[in-house]
């Protein structure tokens, strides 16, 4: 986060003065098209319920499955995509809105062997996986022009693709698996520094954070998967947040 913070300011400096040298204002009113780059730092909670004959089993394996199998886990890598927006001048303000398409590249996929130490004779192969595909959002804008440069705040809705996914594997072959591909919907907000190059083209620095909610989902036995019956049952409650920092280049109409 400190890195992006960093980044952001050095660029927002590069970008922004130049402007103040400026006196004449530059006309923000219209449709634009553009395409943006940037970092994203994704974080995924996946928390873990037990339930079925786990509850014939001791409180202390049942703990030691659910924090070993839960975990929290990371990815920073690219986004790239393409944006669409309206800007109106509303006095000595801008408004707008803007759609965005951002493909998510990177994944995080984890697998950890552990003996057990409520069970000594049992050991467990734990894995997790969370692997973003792409983002859409729909936001909001407000800015505040200063010359040829805009400062503005923006917020809205964002949904984010991805597949998760776990896997648990004993040394007495309790084998399962689960895996979905699910939108995580909630919102975004964030602010950004926008500089005219041109009478046409824009060249602008932002910063996004989004709290994407959660999704559900449960294990299924694996074929030849010992212990089936009575059955054990696990289901995943898994978040996602997401930090973001994109250059955008945009085309004005």
């Given at each position: 986060?400190?890195?992006?913070?960093?980044?952001?300011?050095?660029?927002?400096?590069?970008l922004a003065s130049p402007a103040f040298a400026q006196d004449d204002e530059d006309d923000w009113n219209g449709a634009y098209i553009g395409v943006h780059a940037g970092y994203n730092g994704i974080k995924s909670d996946s928390a873990l319920a037990l339930s079925g004959a786990w509850t014939s089993e001791s409180t202390a394996l049942q703990n030691e499955v659910v924090s070993r199998w839960g975990t929290s886990q990371s990815i920073d890598d690219l986004n790239f995509g393409a944006q669409i927006g309206y800007n109106f001048n509303a006095g000595g303000a801008v408004l707008g809105v803007e759609a965005d398409f951002s493909v998510l590249n990177g994944s995080d996929v984890r697998s950890s062997t552990q003996?057990?130490?409520?069970?000594?004779?049992?050991?467990?192969?734990?894995?997790?996986?969370?692997?973003?595909?792409?983002?859409?959002?729909?936001?909001?804008?407000?800015?505040?022009p200063m010359g040829k440069t805009l400062f503005y705040a923006h917020g809205g809705w964002q949904t984010v693709r991805a597949?998760?996914?776990a896997t648990i594997l004993s040394n007495g072959n309790y084998s399962k698996a689960a895996a979905l591909t699910a939108n995580f919907d909630g919102y975004t907000v964030g602010a950004g520094i926008e500089h005219k190059l041109g009478s046409n083209m824009s060249?602008?620095?932002?910063?996004?954070y989004s709290d994407l909610g959660d999704v559900s989902y449960a294990t299924a036995y694996r074929a030849g998967s010992a212990f089936t019956s009575p059955a054990y049952n696990e289901t995943f409650t898994q978040d996602l947040r997401m930090h973001s920092v994109r250059?955008?280049?945009n085309f004005h109409f």
């Open positions: 986060m400190r890195k992006y913070l960093s980044i952001a300011a050095i660029a927002a400096a590069t003996a057990s130490t409520a069970f000594p004779t049992l050991s467990y192969t734990y894995g997790n996986t969370i692997d973003p595909k792409h983002a859409i959002s729909v936001r909001g804008k407000v800015g505040l597949d998760v996914g060249a602008r620095l932002e910063y996004g250059l955008g280049l």
